[in-house]
Every structure is written in C-alpha cells, then in structure tokens.
C-alpha cells in the first residue's frame, strides 16, 4: 500500500490514489491534535449519547448475540461526531486535509456527508465483531460514485486488534452478484472474488496516522484480539455538485460544506 508523508506532493497523491483507491497519509495528524481529539471521544463514548450503533444490532460474526446478553451494550460506533463537538468539525474541516479532498475530488467544493461515517468507531477486546468485505456504497447513495473517506487512527491500528485492511486498485473491480452474499458482502471464495482477496493488505497504523480510501475499494477487518480498545474517527465526502439521491438516506441529512 503507498505511503506518504509530509511534505505531501498534491499530484503525486492523486496519481496515485487514483490508481490504488487507498493510500496511507503517516503522521499527518499531530500528536496534539490527537490528544484533544481523543479526550473528547471519550467524553463522548462515556456519556453514550444518541445516535449510536451497537455491536449486537449489526450481528456481525463475533458479537454478542443480543443487546440482553452478556456484552450486548458495547458500543460499535458513536454517529454524528461533527454535530457532538467543535473538536469534531475541526478536524473534519481541517485544511490540510480540505485540500486533499479538493484534489482527489477534482472539486474546489467539498462536501462532509453527515449521514455516512462521520463516526467514531471502537473495537473492544471482548465484544468486538468482524466486519467482512464490503464496499461503502452498498448503502450509499450519489449521484457519482465519487467519495473519500478520511480514517483517522487515535491509536495503534493492526491486524491484531481489528486493523481495517483494504484491497488496493480495488475500486475498479467488476464482479458478478453472485460474488456477494444477501447483505452484500463480498464472498471471499468466490471464483471471481479469491484473485482480488487475495492482494488485500492490512497496514499498521499509529496514532495521527490517516487512511484515505475510495468509497468502491473493498475493505474489512477482524475483531480486536488484544486487551486494548481500539478508536478511530473516520468522516466521508464528496465534491458539492454530487448530490446524494432523493428519498435515499444518504439524502436524510444535509451535509456541510468545507
């Protein structure tokens, strides 16, 4: 997977993301920026406010089987972070990053979706689940298929403790229905699908480390098998002019433009 780090050459990245639909930006969050950031995640996930997603609702493979057993309140991820904190929409609107998001978007218009990501997401030890291969805009819904997702690690990110892993140059893939289950997931011993599966790679993150990532590429990840929680802040976006579709939810909230 390719990496950059400061100083960021703006072409070079978007040459490149456009061929590999996920790159890794090292340390481009600062170490102050991440404590702050982390601070007030975790006022948040403390207080438990509404809107939230638990890991017993989705019932991915791992976790707890209802949200009445032993587990089943563990949070998976807190949604709206930016409407939460001015901490939030600092981070979402930083301009560094905007200006990323303008070259990769080939817009000088962003918008941040509220209604997709914006969350931050939790891996715990013992109640974690997997989330298996799958695409964003399986549920998202644009006039383009063109958005950027900005995962932002608060911590160390590995396979070891539930690590997103991405199948670069993936965004272009063209696969059967058949290569996908009933929530459309990617089967990964499908005929069609084992050739892209096997070129996945799960990068180690650290803390201030930022994963970007086409909303085509497939990604997916395991359950924390450490004693550690692990958080990470991930928001999404598109240029202005890509309107999410009517009566979709991903037209549910406006977004805010950057």
């Known amino acids: 997977m390719l990496e950059f780090s400061h100083p960021i050459d703006i072409n070079a990245l978007r040459t490149a993301f456009a061929e590999q639909g996920v790159l890794v930006l090292r340390s481009f969050a600062t170490a102050e920026q991440i404590a702050v950031i982390r601070d007030a995640a975790m006022a948040c996930l403390q207080a438990r406010e509404e809107p939230l997603e638990l890991e017993a609702s989705l019932a991915y493979p791992g976790a707890p089987t209802s949200t009445d057993a032993q587990g089943g309140q563990t949070i998976r991820r807190l949604r709206g972070m930016v409407a939460r904190s001015p901490?939030?929409?600092?981070?979402?609107?930083d301009a560094a990053l905007i200006d990323i998001m303008r070259a990769l978007l080939s817009s000088d218009s962003i918008t941040l979706t509220q209604v997709h990501h914006n969350s931050l997401m939790t891996k715990q030890p013992s109640?974690?689940?997997?989330?298996?291969?799958?695409?964003?805009?399986?549920?998202w819904r644009f006039t383009r298929p063109?958005?950027?997702?900005?995962?932002?690690?608060?911590?160390?990110?590995?396979?070891?403790?539930?690590?997103?892993?991405?199948?670069?140059r993936s965004q272009t893939a063209q696969l059967p229905e058949s290569a996908f289950d009933e929530r459309e997931f990617l089967l990964p011993t499908h005929s069609e699908a084992m050739p892209w599966v096997s070129k996945a790679e799960f990068p180690t993150l650290a803390a201030g480390d930022v994963v970007l990532f086409d909303a085509r590429t497939f990604h997916a990840a395991s359950r924390n098998k450490t004693t550690a929680t692990k958080y990470s802040l991930v928001m999404s976006y598109h240029a202005s002019d890509n309107l999410p579709l009517t009566n979709s939810r991903s037209a549910a909230q406006a977004g805010i433009v950057c």
């Open 127 to 139: 109640f974690s689940s997997d989330t298996l291969w799958h695409r964003d805009l399986r549920y």
């Open 146 to 168: 063109e958005l950027v997702s900005c995962w932002l690690a608060l911590g160390v990110e590995s396979p070891e403790n539930g690590g997103l892993g991405f199948i670069p």
């Open 87 to 93: 901490i939030f929409m600092d981070w979402a609107r």
